[in-house]
């Protein structure tokens, strides 16, 4: 298979707690994307972080990138119950080909 | 600026039948991708286009599935014949992809899907 690899499959956890998951993939890339799919609505992008880079922030979002071991986590801090959806990394390889993960289920507890 | 256009949104066929769907991306956008999503799980990439020519389709059932992207813009993707594992939800998205290297690294702007039922 092409696609990385997310865990856990599923997580939930309180309002107000840090929710983090974690991606691997399999090759060399240009960059990495996270993204958020509402139930039954289209994926829309979050955050990217390049190759050459460790680490970003956006907002209560942070990206981490470690390409020795093909893989990357996201951290959301501060979680509320908005945040309840599915989360995907994606990697885009240098061919530009762009490929995503499994997912990730996060449930948000008001 | 409008979003990536996908219809239809909904389609139910009975196997053996053939389908179709059509993508019409953002104004601009180069890179054209169909990607099937079976529930629960993440999206699969079946063909990636760069204007109208074929970057990857290494996961697209050839022997069932064809895609066309005409004049570098709008777009089809075929099934003919649908099998019942078919049934998924079919995402159309675009980007920019300009240049290679780190000139691609722009984001992929999804349409709302096509969620096709094989029965």
């Known amino acids: 298979s092409q696609q990385g690899e997310e865990d856990p499959q599923a997580l939930s956890i309180q309002e107000g707690e840090n929710a983090t998951m974690n991606c691997s993939y399999k090759?060399?890339?240009?960059?990495l994307q996270w993204y958020r799919q509402n139930s039954g609505r289209g994926l829309v992008h979050l955050i990217l972080i390049r190759s050459n880079e460790r680490e970003k922030h956006s907002g209560r979002l942070r990206v981490t990138l470690d390409t020795s071991k093909k893989s990357s986590s996201l951290l959301i801090t501060a979680s509320r119950a908005a945040d309840t959806a599915s989360y995907f990394c994606a990697h885009r390889r240098p061919g530009n080909q762009f490929y995503f993960g499994t997912g990730t289920s996060l449930t948000v507890i008001p | 600026e409008a979003g990536v256009a996908q219809s239809p949104r909904y389609k139910i066929i009975e196997k053996r039948q053939s389908v179709a769907f059509w993508c019409n991306p953002i104004?601009?956008?180069?890179?054209l991708y169909w990607y099937q999503q079976i529930l629960g799980q993440g999206p699969k990439l079946l063909i990636q286009f760069q204007n109208n020519g074929v970057v990857d389709d290494s996961q697209l059932p050839k022997d069932r599935f064809s895609a066309e992207r005409l004049k570098g813009v709008d777009s089809t993707l075929k099934i003919q014949p649908a099998k019942l594992e078919d049934s998924a939800v079919y995402l159309c998205a675009s980007s920019l992809g300009r240049g290679t290297g780190s000139g691609v690294d722009t984001e992929a702007f999804f349409g709302q899907g096509t969620r096709l039922t094989v029965v």
């Open positions: 090759t060399s890339i240009n960059n």
């Open positions: 104004s601009g956008h180069a890179t």
